[in-house]
T-cell receptor
Framework: KAGVTQTPRYLIKTRGQQVTLSCSPI?????VSWYQQTPGQGLQFLFE???????NKGNFPGRFSGRQFSNSRSEMNVSTLELGDSALYLC????????????FGDGTRLSIL | QQQVKQSPQSLIVQKGGISIINCAYE??????FPWYQQFPGKGPALLIA?????SEKKEGRFTISFNKSAKQFSLHIMDSQPGDSATYFC???????????FGSGTQLTVLP
């Protein structure tokens, strides 16, 4: 079974631009969660989508948004990029049932110049 | 409080030794406690997980010990190997939420 796939792996943007990251979950998984990983703040939850609906949201500004498609693939968008948005963005998928493990992709490394 | 506190920040052990990483949580609503292993350039990989109704769970060389009254849980890696050198994260979530709250991570180095 293929794992969680995130594209692109690396991205360089400048301040003020916007960016869209993509995540393809494990086949059959309906829940997709996004996390931001930085050396200073560690791993922080952004949001979770299940059946095309945002089910949970972390404490991030509205510049961070996402969506999920009918095939469970998900995209995350960050608008008006700031230097502090430089991070590894991780996507995790699960079946969506309580207590089922989340499996992570290898992330997209976003660098803001 | 949603925080999960993890210690130590870094750990160096000899090959064949036991690595122990500790985590403490505050939110008594947490009911799922996974441990993840992360290698450079890779995403976190699930190692082992436990629920509060069990005090210990073992999978191969990895054991989670759970103390509900103290709100603490720990990962023990027996017979540590150089290939275990990685960053380890504890995490917690509650109920049906898929929102994981992570500890700050422990960088483990196993010397050959």
């Amino acid at each position: 079974k293929a794992g969680v796939t995130q594209t692109p792996r690396y991205l360089i943007k400048t301040r003020g631009q916007q960016v869209t990251l993509s995540c393809s979950p494990i086949s059959g998984h309906r829940s997709v969660s996004w996390y931001q990983q930085t050396p200073g703040q560690g791993l922080q939850f952004l949001f979770e989508y299940f059946s095309e609906t945002q089910r949970n949201k972390g404490n991030f500004p509205g510049r961070f948004s996402g969506r999920q498609f009918s095939n469970s693939r998900s995209e995350m968008n960050v608008s008006t990029l700031e230097l502090g948005d430089s991070a590894l963005y991780l996507c995790a998928s699960s079946s969506g049932t309580a207590g089922q493990p989340q499996h992570f992709g290898d992330g997209t490394r976003l660098s803001i110049l | 409080q949603q925080q999960v506190k993890q210690s130590p920040q870094s750990l160096i052990v000899q090959k064949g030794g036991i690595s122990i990483i500790n985590c403490a949580y505050e939110n008594t609503a947490f009911d799922y406690f996974p441990w993840y292993q992360q290698f450079p350039g890779k995403g976190p990989a699930l190692l082992i997980a436990i629920r509060p109704d069990v005090s210990e769970k073992k999978e191969g060389r990895f054991t989670i010990s759970f103390n509900k009254s103290a709100k603490q849980f720990s990962l023990h890696i027996m017979d540590s190997q150089p290939g275990d050198s990685a960053t380890y994260f504890c995490a917690a979530s509650r109920g049906s939420a898929r929102q994981l709250t992570f500890g700050s991570g422990t960088q483990l180095t196993v010397l050959p």
